[in-house]
């Protein structure tokens, strides 16, 4: 199946519009690399970082995290990499820490939360990346940001290393951008402040859906209960889109439903430019993506949110009918 989509995995994602979408991979192994090429992903979006440390029985030192991180800036070249710092705690727990009893893990003490109260890997983990770029452009975001003064205290961190690290005469990246992921829906609603301060926005759908209905990701019972093309999370996705526009912040979608088609062309209808998503779906993305007319789609989006419907899903898969 993946062969209908070689012929355009070297064309861009434009739609009939003449709207360019940017689609990157998500990866956090080595072994995602090769996807770079094959994929035709312009970067990627997501760098799971803490696959790294979740493979191995003890904690990973820094001369080892800076070689893994170099070896996935040099696989991806001139393409951006977005290394996200560590997300764990929730369902990811490492074994070689102390395992926090938590009645509601998803809710709990997990990523940037631990990396602020705890601060001693995530700066082991800030410098193994500037030593990995060596002088070289450096994206980087911190998961599960909900409030602003959150996302102030880790790019201090941020800062911090980098001066420890020109101290040191180590070279200091000649890019740097600091971006948060968007899942909780507080952030939605940060002050202004926040996002013209903020590099660029990811929104972590993932996590961001399942705040947002109060349904747990992991739960079987609730999880599909409710439609990523509600018409209450889209609307809510174009405010986020909105407030973006109006700050020049970069925003892209980086949960598992920007590489799902439909969906996808639903992100795209509403301003979303950026959609990041493992390296098969890019594809059958940019398949119908080529397919679309935006400006068409959204009126379809807003017809049938204006028209009562609960979801949109019916009214888009008319509309997308031969497309797909
Ligand atoms: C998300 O929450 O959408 C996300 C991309 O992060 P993760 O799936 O790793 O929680
Ligand atoms: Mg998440």
Redo the contacts with the bound molecule.
Sequence with gaps: AQDRYVSIRDKPAETLCGTRIHLTMNAGLMADLPSLESSGAEGVG?F?TELQFLVRSRMPRRAELSEIYAQVMNAAGDKRVIFRTL?IGSDKVLPYMTATDEPNPAMGWRAIRVGLDKPGVMRMQLQALIRAAAGRPLSVMF?FVAQREEFRSARAEMEKALERERILGHPIPSKLEVGA?L?TPSLAFAPHRFYQEVDFLSI?????KQFFFAADRENERVRRRYDTLNVSFLSFLENIVARCDATRTPLSF??EDAGRPVEAACFAAIGLRGLSMRPASIGPVKSILRRIDLVDLRTVIHEARDEGHQSVRQMVMKYLKGKL
Excluded: F, K, Y
């Excluded at 972590?204 to 961001?208: I, K, P, S, V």
């Design positions: 997501l799971r997300d998961p992921m899942e972590g759908g993932n996590d961001l980086c949960g």
